[in-house]
């Protein structure tokens, strides 16, 4: 049996691949809503380049079905799939989403529900970027302007910190929902105490961290940094990773959540397929509704 599914490999088509293989541990899950996003955006437009080939969809919801493991209370529930593990980021260099099945490993459960609406596909990139944001110490600078980044800004201007996001092109929404925007290094504040990094660009990071002398650099793996440029003559720069989804502040993400999700349309599909035409996404991204 093979299944139907939208991957990238230097472009993005649909392939017909073998079936799911589930290892121990995991769950077999069927695909209910994927969110499609920055991510997405970067690898199509080559700003990313995934090791391999790899299934598209970074986050999401998928209903549980079978599992190896001795304890079997998932099966039937809703999965809220984080893109975030120890293994790595879904979509980039591990297979996400986008197919009609799925093999789910404990570390990308954020969450099991009874019942789940299209915006919950939102929540783990939501809960990340609040974690982003209670990282961030004094005067912040956030790379980007896509849904973990507007999530961190939020965050911060809830403990009264007005952040500055820089994006050389932004969304409708940031200025929709009054955030400070620098489009050139120029427009930068003279002091920043906290880089927040975002998404992939290389040059962009760099030019950020030589333009301005943070004490605090917090990268999200979203950004695919490998190396992070500070300057030796700050006494000491801090650099912390987060490299998982918690959920930790469940109020808050749930009020960032709903703040945020009427900018994100939602797309009813009957095929994987058609969500080719879809791509890439524009703004803050698009939820697939998959009618099975």
Same mark, same amino acid.
């Given at each position: 049996?093979?299944?139907?599914?939208?991957?990238?490999?230097?472009?993005?088509?649909?392939?017909?691949?073998?079936?799911?293989?589930?290892?121990?541990?995991?769950?077999?899950?069927?695909?209910?809503?994927?969110?499609?996003?920055? !991510?997405?955006?970067?690898?199509?437009?080559?700003?990313?380049?995934?090791?391999?080939?790899?299934?598209?969809?970074?986050?999401?919801?998928?209903? &549980?079905?079978?599992?190896?493991?001795?304890?079997?209370?998932?099966?039937?529930?809703?999965?809220?799939?984080?893109? !975030?593990?120890?293994?790595?980021?879904?979509?980039?260099?591990?297979?996400?989403?986008?197919?009609?099945?799925?093999?789910?490993?404990?570390?990308?459960? +954020?969450?099991?529900?009874?019942? &789940?609406?299209?915006?919950?596909?939102?929540?783990?990139?939501?809960?990340?970027?609040?974690?982003?944001?209670?990282?961030?110490?004094?005067?912040?600078?956030?790379?980007?302007?896509?849904?973990?980044? !507007?999530?961190?800004?939020?965050?911060?201007?809830?403990?009264?910190?007005?952040?500055?996001?820089?994006?050389?092109?932004?969304?409708?929404?940031?200025?929709?929902?009054?955030?400070?925007?620098?489009?050139?290094?120029?427009?930068?504040?003279?002091?920043?105490?906290?880089?927040?990094?975002?998404?992939?660009?290389?040059?962009?990071?760099?030019?950020? +961290?030589?333009?301005?002398?943070?004490?605090?650099?917090?990268?999200?793996?979203?950004?695919?940094?490998?190396?992070?440029?500070?300057?030796?003559?700050?006494?000491?720069?801090? $650099?912390?990773?987060?490299?998982?989804?918690?959920?930790?502040?469940?109020?808050?993400?749930?009020? $960032?959540?709903?703040?945020?999700?009427?900018?994100?349309?939602?797309?009813?599909?009957?095929?994987?397929?058609?969500?080719?035409?879809?791509?890439?996404?524009?703004?803050?991204?698009? $939820?697939?509704?998959?009618?099975?």
């Amino acid at each position: 049996m093979r299944q139907r599914s939208v991957v990238f490999d230097g472009g993005v088509r649909v392939a017909d691949l073998p079936f799911v293989k589930v290892e121990q541990g995991e769950v077999l899950a069927k695909t209910i809503y994927v969110y499609v996003g920055q !991510l997405e955006r970067s690898i199509i437009n080559h700003a990313a380049i995934p090791p391999r080939r790899v299934i598209l969809g970074s986050s999401g919801v998928v209903k &549980a079905i079978e599992t190896t493991s001795n304890d079997t209370s998932t099966v039937g529930k809703y999965l809220v799939v984080s893109p !975030l593990s120890r293994y790595g980021v879904l979509a980039y260099n591990i297979d996400g989403l986008l197919a009609n099945y799925s093999a789910v490993k404990p570390e990308h459960v +954020l969450e099991e529900l009874v019942e &789940a609406d299209p915006h919950i596909a939102l929540k783990p990139l939501v809960a990340h970027g609040v974690e982003l944001g209670l990282e961030s110490e004094g005067t912040a600078l956030i790379a980007g302007c896509n849904l973990v980044a !507007l999530s961190a800004a939020l965050t911060l201007r809830e403990s009264s910190t007005e952040p500055v996001m820089y994006c050389e092109s932004s969304p409708r929404p940031v200025a929709q929902l009054g955030l400070s925007i620098a489009r050139h290094m120029g427009n930068l504040p003279s002091r920043v105490d906290s880089v927040i990094l975002t998404e992939p660009g290389v040059s962009i990071h760099y030019k950020l +961290l030589k333009h301005v002398d943070p004490r605090k650099v917090i990268v999200s793996p979203f950004s695919l940094s490998t190396w992070i440029p500070v300057n030796p003559r700050v006494g000491k720069t801090v $650099i912390v990773y987060l490299d998982s989804v918690r959920n930790s502040e469940p109020r808050l993400t749930d009020r $960032i959540l709903r703040e945020l999700s009427g900018f994100v349309k939602r797309i009813e599909i009957d095929d994987v397929e058609k969500a080719v035409g879809l791509l890439p996404p524009q703004g803050l991204g698009f $939820i697939l509704v998959l009618r099975h």
